[in-house]
């Protein structure tokens, strides 16, 4: 019988990533790798949410403003007088996602907005509207402020000036 030559394929290079898609960077740090910390006390959660709500009001503005620890746990909670009922669980839902995913929910409106990353609105616990922030003090994370009940720039301002009071 004759011996037969067979073609075998030469081991295919790698693709270059393309240097215009943004979700083909690789970054040489972790992104967002703030370490968890020590729970944020009621005290302090309350005072967080007083700076935000006096933010508010300066503004005649009326939010619902939650803080988290950082495991997105309901630490404290107002809602002022005429705010939305149904911003009630969007200021926690954006608290608890600013926590769990260590970083500002408005990199999630960004995405969806911006980038088109539609595929982030199927992730348990994101959402994509700005108002929630991480609270971070000495390099960690203590807990998150979310705000609701405006414009999510609205709601963005409010939520950043609770924060400030951690910084």
């Known amino acids: 019988m004759p011996t037969q030559t067979v073609a075998l394929p030469a081991h295919a290079q790698p693709t270059p990533l393309n ?3 943004p979700l083909d960077a690789i970054p040489t740090e972790m992104p967002f790798d703030v370490p968890y910390g020590s729970p944020i006390s009621l005290d302090r959660a309350q005072s967080v949410i007083h ?7 300066a503004r005649s503005w009326k939010m619902n403003v939650a803080v988290v620890d950082p495991s997105g746990l309901l630490v404290a909670f107002q809602r002022m007088d005429g705010a939305m009922y149904a911003s009630i669980a969007i ?4 608290a608890r996602a600013a ?4 970083r500002a929910t408005k990199v999630f409106e960004d995405g969806v907005q911006l ?3 539609n ?12 108002g929630g922030i991480p609270l971070i003090e000495n390099g960690v994370i203590i ?3 979310g705000c609701s009940g405006g414009a999510d720039s609205q709601d963005e301002v409010v939520s950043k000036a609770g ?3 951690i910084a």
């Open 143 to 145: 807990g998150a402020i």
């Open 163 to 165: 924060a400030a009071i």
């Open 91 to 94: 200021a926690e839902h954006k």
């Open 119 to 130: 595929y982030l609105l199927a992730f348990d616990g994101i959402i994509a509207s700005r």
């Open 51 to 57: 700076a935000a709500v006096q933010e508010a009001k």
């Open 115 to 117: 980038s088109r990353l």
């Open 19 to 21: 240097p215009l898609d």
């Open 99 to 102: 926590a769990t995913f260590r």
